[in-house]
């Protein structure tokens, strides 16, 4: 439950940050990804949040939230696969290396949670 919580917060941050921007652009897929993501459409969130990974491949905020809309959807491997790209690009985000702690938990991959 808490995971949720920070999870929704993180994204409703998301939305407070970008604004709606034109269609087809990195903020307006941003946007749509966190409506959708509040909305409980996560399915929906995560294609928004994918293209918005193809726009940017080295924004390390869109793979963090494709992150994200993939653990809501219990795809626990690939939501690590995108934290483990956001921590490549930056590794100083501490939300996400909560999130990629959880979602080994998750896994049973104590030691490898622990380690994040």
């Known amino acids: 439950m808490r995971t949720e919580i920070l999870l929704t917060l993180s994204i409703l941050s998301l939305l407070c940050l970008t604004g709606l921007g034109e269609v087809g652009t990195i903020e307006y897929w941003l946007t749509k990804g966190a409506e959708e993501y509040v909305n409980g459409s996560l399915e929906e969130a995560f294609k928004s949040f994918d293209n918005a990974t193809t726009i940017d491949p080295e924004n390390a905020t869109v793979w963090f939230a494709r992150g994200m809309a993939l653990s809501g959807l219990k795809r626990y491997e690939e939501a690590i696969s995108s934290y483990n790209k956001s921590i490549q690009i930056d590794d ?19 030691n490898d949670s622990l380690a994040s």
């Open 92 to 110: 100083e985000n501490a939300d996400v290396w909560y999130a990629r702690a959880t979602d080994e938990g998750y896994l049973g991959r104590m």
